[in-house]
C-alpha cells in the first residue's frame, strides 16, 4: 500500500522554526511532483508549496521568503523547512503525491506556533 509518513512537527515560538519530513512507501516519488498542504482551525484546506519532478518550487504568498520546500528521491521523502514561524501558520500540515489524475495524502502533522 501507498504511504506517506509525515514527521516534525510541533510547538514553536513565533521567530522560530522547524523542519518537516514525509517519508513515502509503496510508491517511487522520484517521478512525481510532490506538495506540501495545510489546514489551519475553522479554515479550508491551503497549498503550501509544491516541487517539481525535475525540482521546480512553487510557494503561497504567505510562506514565500520562510518557508522551503525540497526533495531528497534516495531517500523517497519531501521536506518542509520553516523558519521565521508566524502564529497564522498554525494548521495541520499534510503531504502528498501528485500523480495528476490521481494522489495520495499523508495523515497530517500538528504544528503550533504560541508564546
Known amino acids: 500500500q501507498v504511504q506517506l509518513v509525515e514527521s516534525g512537527g510541533g510547538l514553536a515560538q513565533p521567530g522560530g522554526s522547524l523542519r518537516l519530513s514525509c517519508v513515502a512507501s509503496g510508491i517511487i516519488i522520484r517521478n512525481y511532483a510532490m506538495v506540501w498542504y495545510r489546514q489551519g482551525p475553522g479554515k479550508q484546506r491551503e497549498l503550501v508549496a509544491n516541487?517539481?519532478?525535475?525540482?521546480?518550487?512553487n510557494y503561497a504568498d504567505s510562506v514565500t521568503g520562510r518557508f522551503t520546500i525540497s526533495r531528497d528521491n534516495a531517500k523517497n521523502s519531501l521536506f518542509l523547512q520553516m523558519n521565521s514561524l508566524k502564529p497564522e501558520d498554525t494548521a495541520v500540515y499534510y503531504c502528498?503525491?501528485?500523480?495528476?489524475?490521481?494522489?495520495?495524502w499523508g495523515q497530517g502533522t500538528q504544528v503550533t506556533v504560541s508564546l
Open positions: 516541487i517539481t519532478s525535475s525540482g521546480g518550487m
Open positions: 502528498a503525491v501528485d500523480g495528476g489524475w490521481w494522489d495520495y
